[in-house]
T-cell receptor
Framework: KAGVTQTPRYLIKTRGQQVTLSCSPI?????VSWYQQTPGQGLQFLFEYFSETQRNKGNFPGRFSGRQFSNSRSEMNVSTLELGDSALYLCASSLSLDTKAFFGQGTRLTVV | GDSVTQMEGPVTLSEEAFLTINCTYTATGYPSLFWYVQYPGEGLQLLLK?????DKGSNKGFEATYRKETTSFHLEKGSVQVSDSAVYFCALKMGGANSKLTFGKGITLSVRP
């Protein structure tokens, strides 16, 4: 069974640009959550989706957004990139809300 | 709000040494508690969990007991191996219909032969 797949693995963007990251959950999983990992702030929750609806949101500015498609695949978008957005972005999928989460390998975003 | 505090790192041990990584939490209710491990270049893997007070989670020789009275979930292993070198995160999740995990800062463990 394939795990959680995140694409791309690495990304370099310039300040002011926007970026879209993709997450394909494990087959059959309907819940997808996103986290930002930085050396200074550690792992912080961005948002979670279930059945194409955002169920929970962390304390991030509106530049961070996401969506989930009918096949449970999810994308997150960051607009007007700032240097501080450089991070590892992790996606986790689970069968449903409140069930075990499986993490992908992450997308390493570098903003220059 | 809810939070998790882990001991400061990094930690360096010799192979076969005893490991303890401290974790305490603050929560308004009764969370489930987790330990995740992150190997270099990888995502997070669930190591063990406990869902209620006095529960003991265990996996691969690691153990942690949910202590409500001290709001703690310390990770222990009797004899570490070089392959245990990784970053360890303590996390909590409140009940209800949500998947949000609140993580500690993580601690890097290095085990030397």
């Amino acid at each position: 069974k394939a795990g959680v797949t995140q694409t791309p693995r690495y990304l370099i963007k310039t300040r002011g640009q926007q970026v879209t990251l993709s997450c394909s959950p494990i087959s059959g999983h309907r819940s997808v959550s996103w986290y930002q990992q930085t050396p200074g702030q550690g792992l912080q929750f961005l948002f979670e989706y279930f059945s194409e609806t955002q169920r929970n949101k962390g304390n991030f500015p509106g530049r961070f957004s996401g969506r989930q498609f009918s096949n449970s695949r999810s994308e997150m978008n960051v607009s007007t990139l700032e240097l501080g957005d450089s991070a590892l972005y992790l996606c986790a999928s689970s069968l449903s809300l409140d069930t075990k989460a499986f993490f992908g390998q992450g997308t390493r975003l570098t903003v220059v | 709000g809810d939070s998790v505090t882990q001991m400061e790192g990094p930690v360096t041990l010799s192979e076969e040494a005893f490991l303890t990584i401290n974790c305490t939490y603050t929560a308004t209710g009764y969370p489930s508690l987790f330990w995740y491990v992150q190997y270099p270049g990888e995502g997070l893997q669930l190591l063990l969990k406990a869902t209620k007070a006095d529960d003991k989670g265990s996996n691969k020789g690691f153990e942690a007991t949910y202590r409500k009275e001290t709001t703690s979930f310390h990770l222990e292993k009797g004899s570490v191996q070089v392959s245990d070198s990784a970053v360890y995160f303590c996390a909590l999740k409140m009940g209800g219909a949500n998947s949000k995990l609140t993580f500690g800062k993580g601690i890097t463990l290095s085990v030397r032969p």
